[in-house]
């Protein structure tokens, strides 16, 4: 199991997470990668029960701040969300026009059977390094850090430039993956 010392405990609470990929590996260099997250993060919210304040896709991680609605169950959606964009990303590297395909799978397959923790590829770390944010005064500023992080790795210099955030939700623009605005 993971050393991560951040746990879900209310299932129904709103948290920022952190999904990375094994070893930090750039996966989400490819328009295809990152589309298959943002149809799967729409699919959750409009049929699991995720409801999404805010969220950012960088080469190597994403970051939600998210709750589940009752009756879903915040720690089964999150499950749920990784075993399919695993497995379909997988998929994509296997049978698409992917350069590092073999060194990727080669990855993916060592880390499966280093933890022993899936079948043939393991492409997502077990933590989601969950913090609780109802009633803390954390919540602006962990959107705030969502929001920023392609203005840190000088991707754009304005964040609602970014395609794959909901920094433009947030400066009233409709963006990938539909979003509660939080303030």
């Given at each position: 199991?993971?050393?991560?010392?951040?746990?879900?405990?209310?299932?129904?609470?709103?948290?920022?997470?952190?999904?990375t990929?094994?070893?930090?590996?750039?996966?989400?260099?490819?328009?295809?990668?990152?589309?298959?997250?943002?149809?799967?993060?729409?699919?959750?919210?409009?049929?699991?029960?995720?409801?999404?304040?805010?969220?950012?896709?960088?080469?190597?991680?994403?970051?939600?701040?998210?709750r589940?609605?009752?009756?879903?169950?915040?720690?089964?959606?999150?499950?749920?969300?990784?075993?399919?964009?695993?497995?379909?990303?997988?998929?994509?590297?296997?049978?698409?026009?992917?350069?590092?395909?073999?060194?990727?799978?080669?990855?993916f397959?060592?880390?499966?059977?280093?933890?022993?923790?899936?079948?043939?590829?393991?492409?997502?770390?077990?933590?989601n390094?969950?913090?609780?944010?109802?009633?803390?005064?954390?919540?602006?500023?962990?959107?705030?850090?969502?929001?920023?992080?392609?203005?840190?790795?000088?991707?754009?210099?304005q964040?609602?430039?970014?395609?794959?955030?909901?920094?433009?939700?947030?400066?009233g623009?409709?963006?990938?993956?539909?979003?509660?605005?939080?303030?």
């Amino acid at each position: 199991m993971s050393g991560d010392k951040y746990f879900i405990t209310d299932q129904h609470a709103s948290y920022f997470l952190t999904f990375t990929v094994v070893e930090w590996l750039d996966v989400f260099t490819r328009v295809d990668y990152k589309q298959t997250i943002v149809d799967s993060l729409n699919y959750c919210i409009a049929e699991k029960g995720l409801e999404c304040f805010a969220w950012v896709l960088m080469t190597n991680h994403l970051h939600l701040v998210a709750r589940a609605n009752p009756p879903a169950r915040l720690s089964d959606v999150i499950r749920d969300f990784k075993k399919f964009t695993s497995k379909k990303i997988v998929d994509q590297i296997e049978t698409g026009n992917e350069s590092r395909k073999e060194w990727l799978l080669h990855k993916f397959s060592f880390q499966a059977r280093t933890t022993g923790r899936a079948e043939n590829y393991k492409m997502w770390k077990d933590d989601n390094h969950a913090i609780y944010l109802d009633g803390t005064n954390l919540w602006k500023q962990k959107v705030d850090y969502i929001h920023d992080n392609p203005v840190r790795q000088m991707i754009v210099s304005q964040a609602e430039d970014y395609s794959f955030s909901s920094a433009g939700d947030y400066a009233g623009r409709r963006g990938l993956v539909k979003v509660t605005v939080a303030y």
